[in-house]
């Protein structure tokens, strides 16, 4: 009963007893990577409006049929193109009678940069009414999202050194690690280009796909003696 009661003893002891004190610095570090962007997201769209409902979805598919072609013979690939959205619904708002309105959305992904201008007016010559953005990114973003991160990690650990050495205490082990956020900023074009603009025939619209920024924080506890 003793020994039984001093194993109790012990335990309990065990389970109250205090963590043991740290000595601490808590930093944030940051890392950015710049990449320069190797593929185009072309969102565009068909507006067809007519009298009678059919009218209006027959309309916006022989020229969204048009609009495919073309980008295709522009350079564009068949698995690379989807559809995002299709809506039909009367407007009785603009006009003293019915109108019915199609909007049928395409998106274009390309890998060769030089046909985003090729394809954005193959898409407009063949009836498209809008080019509603073109997004350049990066094909390989974990690579970038995996360098920010560890350069985010190296600069905590290059500010606790520096606050460690002016304090005159070295840093002898990481207590805890977090991960804040990795942010991702590709370049945004957007286009007002719409059918009726004025467009040179042989000309292909200039785009600058530029660059795209990861930035990575990490917030890091390094214990110091």
């Known amino acids: 009963m003793l020994l039984t009661a001093c194993l109790l003893a012990a335990s ?4 109250h007893a205090e963590e043991p004190f740290h000595r601490s610095i808590t930093v944030t570090g940051t890392g950015t990577v710049t990449a320069k962007n190797d593929m185009a997201t072309v969102n565009l769209s068909v507006q067809t409006m007519a009298r009678d409902a059919k009218a209006a ?3 916006n598919a022989d020229i969204m049929t048009a609009v495919r072609s073309a980008v295709l013979g522009a350079g564009a690939t068949a698995d690379h193109i989807e559809t995002m959205g299709y809506n039909q619904y009367d407007d009785k708002g603009r006009m003293k009678s019915t109108v019915y309105e199609a909007d049928n959305r ?6 060769n940069l030089d046909q985003t201008g090729k394809v ?6 063949a ?4 080019i509603d953005s073109v997004i350049f990114s990066v094909r390989n973003e974990q690579e970038y999202r995996d360098e920010a991160l560890r350069r985010a990690v190296a ?23 977090g991960e804040n956020h990795t942010e991702i900023m590709p370049r945004y074009a957007m286009s007002m280009k719409a059918a009726g603009d004025s467009m040179a025939e042989n000309a292909a619209t200039p785009m600058e796909a530029g660059t795209a920024d990861f930035e990575s924080h990490v917030t890091v506890v390094f214990e110091i003696v």
């Open 12 to 15: 309990c002891m065990t389970i």
């Open 155 to 177: 600069d905590a650990k290059r500010k606790a050194d520096v606050i460690a050495k002016t304090l005159g205490r070295p840093v002898v082990n990481i207590i805890s690690v």
């Open 127 to 130: 009836g498209a009414n809008h």
């Open 106 to 111: 395409m998106k274009i992904v390309l890998h």
């Open 120 to 125: 954005m007016d193959a898409a407009i010559n």
């Open 57 to 59: 979805a027959r309309d």
